[in-house]
């Protein structure tokens, strides 16, 4: 069984009701326009992610809008191609970049304030112009880019 197909089995064991494996799993196969590829996390890291993706569901159920994974799991070389802080969540695989349809990115992350002050998770929230970052990180942190 090859690591995408492990990394696909272990996803859909989480039974996410609004993420399919393959909207996860295709970020890894990213390249940035300097050829940089993108990897598949490894498999240590791969529990990481579950809060945050249990968060991004649950804020699904809530809006009833399509969200659109843009920037989760980004190995070293690829993270640094594409200006990411040396320490990202990216590289941990516990954060995800996101764009919901037909809400604006300050809606968005209004929304997973009230969701973290709920208690509903403990991490990184930040704010763009085009999308929003959460992480799970154990820690809250805010910002805006």
Same mark, same amino acid.
């Given at each position: 069984m090859t690591t995408l197909e492990r990394y696909t089995k272990f996803l859909k @064991? /989480?039974?996410?009701?609004?993420?399919?494996?393959? $909207?996860?799993? %295709?970020?890894? $196969?990213?390249?940035?326009?300097?050829?940089?590829? *993108? $990897? /598949?996390?490894?498999?240590?890291?791969?529990? *990481? /992610?579950?809060?945050?993706? %249990?968060?991004?569901? $649950? /804020?699904?159920?809530?809006? @009833?809008?399509?969200?659109?994974?843009?920037?989760?799991? %980004?190995?070293?070389?690829? *993270? %640094?191609a594409v200006g990411g802080v040396s320490g990202s969540q990216h590289l941990r695989n516990c954060a995800i970049d996101f764009q919901v349809k037909g809400m604006s990115p300050q809606a968005v992350y209004n929304r997973l304030l009230d969701m973290r002050r709920d208690g509903k998770f403990k991490g990184g929230l930040g704010v763009y112009a085009t999308f929003v970052h959460i992480d799970t990180r154990g820690v809250n942190a805010t910002w805006r880019g």
């Open positions: @064991g /989480l039974k996410l009701k609004h993420f399919s494996p393959v $909207e996860i799993t %295709r970020y890894a $196969e990213r390249t940035t326009g300097r050829g940089v590829k *993108n $990897e /598949l996390p490894p498999a240590a890291l791969w529990p *990481n /992610l579950v809060p945050t993706l %249990r968060v991004l569901d $649950e /804020l699904r159920a809530a809006i @009833g809008k399509p969200i659109v994974l843009t920037s989760i799991y %980004r190995g070293p070389a690829y *993270n %640094r």
